[in-house]
Nanobody, 119 residues
Framework: QVQLVESGGGLVQPGGSLRLSCAASGSIFSFNAMGWYRQAPGKQREPVANITSGGRTDYEESVKGRFTVSRDAAKNTVYLQMNSLKPEDTAVYYC?????????????WGQGTQVTVSS
């Protein structure tokens, strides 16, 4: 059973920073990719950033240059460093892990952590 546990959300003022953490129950290298999605009220869940097992990273256009996804294999943890936060970044952020079995992707999700950017 794969478990992903997020932490690090909270309330921050515009321009501030937060770091989200996602601790996996097993080795993060067992997944093809891990990353972060977010869902704002009334909107669909959208991808924010991800990192593949090979270390390649991808970012949603609006967060490029502000957010950084990284990992610590020794701690089985993936991080999302969020800088220069804007009110439109307010959402529930979900950790995601993808495991491909014979080319069929299986998605695993954390419980979500709330990020609120407001003055």
């Amino acid at each position: 059973q794969v478990q992903l546990v997020e932490s690090g959300g909270g309330l921050v003022q515009p321009g501030g920073s937060l770091r989200l953490s996602c601790a996996a129950s097993g080795s993060i290298f067992s997944f093809n990719a891990m990353g972060w999605y977010r869902q704002a009220p009334g909107k669909q869940r959208e991808p924010v950033a991800n990192i593949t097992s090979g270390g390649r990273t991808d970012y949603e256009e609006s967060v490029k240059g502000r957010f950084t996804v990284s990992r610590d294999a020794a701690k089985n943890t993936v991080y999302l460093q969020m800088n220069s936060l804007k009110p439109e970044d307010t959402a529930v952020y979900y950790c995601n892990a993808v495991l491909k079995v014979i080319a069929v992707p299986f998605n695993f999700w954390g419980q979500g952590t709330q990020v609120t950017v407001s003055s």
